[in-house]
């Protein structure tokens, strides 16, 4: 259990549609970053973001956006769906000290299927 | 791109056995983590090395890293089929904010 949460586990979209997937993080934790794994592959990040600004992105289209919300809470948006966008969204949460990222800790994703 | 490459790919090991996969990377680094996948789930937190030690254990896990090289290894030991999963190496770039995750290396205990 590692205190991150994300909803919805499981969804279904087509092309060209727009999705919103959710996120809530750890308790105390300053920092949320979102990555994209698709199957059989690495996560890749998608971007990060500390006290609300976005700080640091992955090489991903202005399409995908996101949000972090004063309670720590996150979204991650993606427009104009993609069939290459099918994977699975992990969200983590954690702790930025001096500047340096430190141990992630993941919520169980939210798998998107676009067809 | 991916700046920690996991090697190998794959491995099949009997229940008792040790694992070792190994991890390279291109960058200078801040930290070094250690990741496990179930299948299709979260990554769980493993360990973290800094660039400035060599070598850390947690419980049958030993991770060493060779900065000079820019590798670093994961050791498990008498594993059980309980360590079936798939582990990633995850590097901080020694300015950085952000961990870059390898293509993992996916592990079968057979019992």
């Known amino acids: 259990e590692t205190g991150v949460t994300q909803s919805p586990t499981h969804l279904i979209k087509t092309r060209g549609q727009q999705v919103t997937l959710r996120c809530s993080s750890q308790?105390?934790?300053?920092?949320v970053s979102w990555y994209q794994q698709a199957l059989g592959q690495g996560p890749q990040f998608i971007f990060q973001?500390?006290?609300?600004?976005?700080?640091g992105r992955g090489n991903f289209p202005p399409r995908f956006s996101g949000l972090q919300f004063p309670n720590y809470s996150s979204e991650l948006n993606v427009n104009a769906l993609e069939l290459d966008d099918s994977a699975l969204y992990l969200c983590?949460?954690?702790?930025?000290?001096?500047?340096?990222?430190?141990?992630?800790?993941f919520g169980e994703g939210s798998r998107l299927t676009v067809l | 791109s991916q700046q920690g490459e996991e090697d190998p790919q794959a491995l099949s090991i009997q229940e008792g056995e040790n694992a070792t996969m190994n991890c390279s990377y291109k960058?200078?680094?801040?930290?070094l983590q250690w990741y496990r996948q179930n299948s299709g789930r979260g990554l769980v937190h493993l360990i973290l090395i800094r660039s400035n030690e060599r070598e850390k254990h947690s419980g049958r896990l030993r991770v060493t890293l060779d900065t000079s090289k820019k590798s670093s290894s994961l050791l498990i030991t008498a594993s059980r089929a309980a360590d079936t999963a798939s582990y990633f190496c995850?590097?901080?770039?020694?300015?950085?904010?952000?961990?870059?995750f390898g293509g993992g290396t996916r592990v079968l205990v057979k019992p």
């Open positions: 995850a590097t901080v770039a020694a300015a950085g904010n952000k961990l870059t």
């Open positions: 308790s105390g934790h300053n920092t």
């Open positions: 973001y500390y006290r609300e600004e976005e700080n």
């Open positions: 983590a949460s954690s702790m930025i000290v001096n500047l340096v990222a430190g141990e992630l800790f």
């Open positions: 960058t200078s680094i801040n930290n």
